[in-house]
């Protein structure tokens, strides 16, 4: 029989894969499952993810914020482009390729991603929770995903614990929304939140209290502040520092105390606000 690449000591093949980009590592896995198997057990040449629907139905797959792959409907096909090089593809749907390229990066058992972002401007992000079948290990998460039903899912991909900031881009605007994103484990357990809609980088300690460090803080801020704590079972407290604070007492007073659930203390430069 002729020998085949696989009659090399599997030293020698790891190397010759490793020499491999990215993309075509992901070619090389569709080629068998014997290949396959030979990407998986080596260690992911990538760090940072991004994963963009675009509003004219095109995708784009980033690593490392330079490396871009572009999915794009064609007549009867899809095309697939990555630097200098494009192919068609005849009868399949370029989301379907796209999803399948962005499963295979994340179900590899040794990646461990400092940042992946999904970012979508359509309804195609359900379909993103279907093409996983397991946690990822990720530092930083950052969403921007109109759907907050799929926002709940989605973060359920994530390895609790090992997910420490996560940045929601566009968040939902309602308490009832918001409820369903704080109380996971993910949120939990994560050591900096962003929430646009709150304005502020938030700083998770102690298990259920985070501080917000900002310039200053007005009347406004301390009513999402309220708001964001009778949404969430978990968090019990905060605290707030600022160089300066744009309200007098009787006003925060009459926004913590209207319905006794909080107590608070305040100084010149901070203000805690506690669950009663």
Known sequence: ?????????????????????????????????????????????????????????SINLIFDKFSVVTYKKEVNSCSVAYENHKKSIIGVDH???????????????????????????????????????????????????????????????????????????????????????VNSEQIKRARNLKFLELGVKIRVSNGNRFKIYQNEFDVEDIVRMRDFLLTTAHFKSCLLTARQFNFTFPQIERILRFDKCFIFTINRTQLIIEKV
């Open 95 to 181: 989301i379907e390729i796209a999803l399948g390229d962005l499963a295979r990066a994340l179900k590899n058992p040794k990646l461990q991603l400092e940042r992946f972002g999904l970012f979508s401007d359509t309804e195609y992000s359900n379909v993103f929770k279907k093409c996983l079948n397991s946690q990822v290990h990720v530092k930083k998460l950052v969403l921007n995903t109109h759907k907050i039903d799929e926002i709940s899912r989605i973060l359920t991909i994530f390895q609790p614990g090992k997910l420490e900031y996560i940045e929601f881009r566009n968040e939902p605007k309602t308490r009832k929304n918001l409820l369903k994103i």
């Open 1 to 57: 029989m002729p020998l085949t690449i696989f009659d090399l000591p599997v030293e020698m093949i790891n190397k010759i894969v490793e020499e491999l980009d990215t993309f075509s590592r992901f070619n090389l896995q569709k080629v068998s499952k014997a290949f396959r198997i030979v990407v998986d057990r080596l260690k992911p040449s990538f760090k940072t993810l991004d994963f963009y629907i675009n509003t004219d139905n």
